[in-house]
């Protein structure tokens, strides 16, 4: 009987795999390092050696495994398998991960994009259970995101929608790392808020922080009563609430997520998310949205992965 998935969140730095059950809990999880510099061989076994160890650790056989779903962060073409490009992970560009991990592990595997996998995860079990349609922001040091609409992944032409973070929110704004202008990435990400915060403090804003902060130390400063800390936050959400209008009139959403870990900020950072869809979105499309906070925290990659292997496995 196969009553198992296992969920792989591959990054640049860790291997994270797990076991998961058909109702989306995790049995048993570990990390690896993903040992990059070794090039590709090194970490195609590495990946496999994480699946089976996590296997191993929970006493679960392999003629228990329906797939693996791996989470890979890049450009991928999900028909061929095939790793694009992976700014994280250049040793695996162009490479044939779905076949190389699939024949060394002997069950089938699924490839997705993380992003994409960790939307699939809070749809799946998260707090998008239940939903068919919903977009997730993922705030990091990049804005990431998914996109599912009617119970389906949408991948786009060419696999490489949902690049939610690169939406132009000043059309001649400041130049994004990704060659475009004035992305919605280069402002609210977490070193876009250390890059503002720093600005304000350059032009003598008054604030508890100096020196070299995090985005983190923003967001505690905002709790702390910070006045320029809370106003960079607010304006973050801001932000933030204006492409999530922008998802909701493309779109029509039943949920707009947010995670990553800047929703530390709590209310802080929803209260003016919430505020900008109000004044911009068309009541049509604000009826019935929720617009909430992620809850799988930092598992949401690797369930999701498994979901996506269950649901290629006829599952859910
Ligand atoms: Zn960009």
């Known amino acids: ?31 690896i390092p993903s040992e990059v510099d070794k090039g590709r061989e090194a970490v195609v076994k590495n990946i496999c050696h994480a699946a089976e160890k996590v296997m191993k650790d929970a006493g679960v056989k392999p003629d228990r495994i329906k797939g693996v779903g791996l989470g890979v962060p890049g450009t991928l073409d999900l028909e061929a398998g095939v790793i694009l490009f992976s700014p994280n992970l250049p040793c695996l ?41 919903l977009v997730m922001f993922t705030l990091g040091t990049g804005i990431g995101g998914g996109i599912i609409i009617n119970d389906e992944i949408v991948h786009g032409s060419n696999d490489v ?20 202008i004035g992305c919605v990435e280069r402002y609210a990400s977490c070193p876009g808020m250390v890059r503002r915060m720093k600005a304000a403090i350059a032009r003598g804003e008054p604030s508890r ?57 709590g209310g802080f950072l929803l209260t003016p ?3 900008e869809v109000k004044k ?12 909430v906070f992620a809850e799988l925290g930092g598992d949401a990659g690797l369930i999701g992965a498994a979901g996506c292997a269950l649901k290629a496995a006829g599952g859910k």
């Open 93 to 133: 560009n162009e490479a044939p991960i779905r076949d190389l991990v699939s024949e060394q592990l002997g069950v089938p595997v699924v490839l997705e994009n993380d992003a994409n996998a960790a939307a699939w995860g809070e749809k799946w079990v998260g707090a998008g259970k239940g939903a068919h349609s």
């Open 280 to 291: 911009r979105a068309f009541e049509a499309s604000k009826k019935g949205c929720r617009i």
């Open 273 to 275: 998310i919430l505020d």
């Open 1 to 31: 009987m196969t009553d198992r998935v296992i969920g792989i969140d591959l990054g640049g730095t860790n291997i994270k795999a797990g076991v998961v059950d058909l109702e989306g809990k995790v049995v048993q999880s570990g990390s």
């Open 209 to 265: 922080l100096i020196g070299d902060f995090e985005a983190a130390d923003i967001t505690r400063a905002a709790q702390a009563g910070d006045e320029t800390a809370r106003r960079i936050v607010e304006e973050t959400g801001r932000m933030l609430g204006t492409v999530a209008t922008n998802m909701m009139h493309i779109l029509n959403p039943e949920m707009i997520i947010f995670a990553g870990g800047m929703i530390a900020a």
């Open 161 to 180: 929608a949902g690049e939610l973070g690169h939406q132009t929110i000043l059309w001649n704004g400041e130049k994004c790392a990704c060659g475009n």
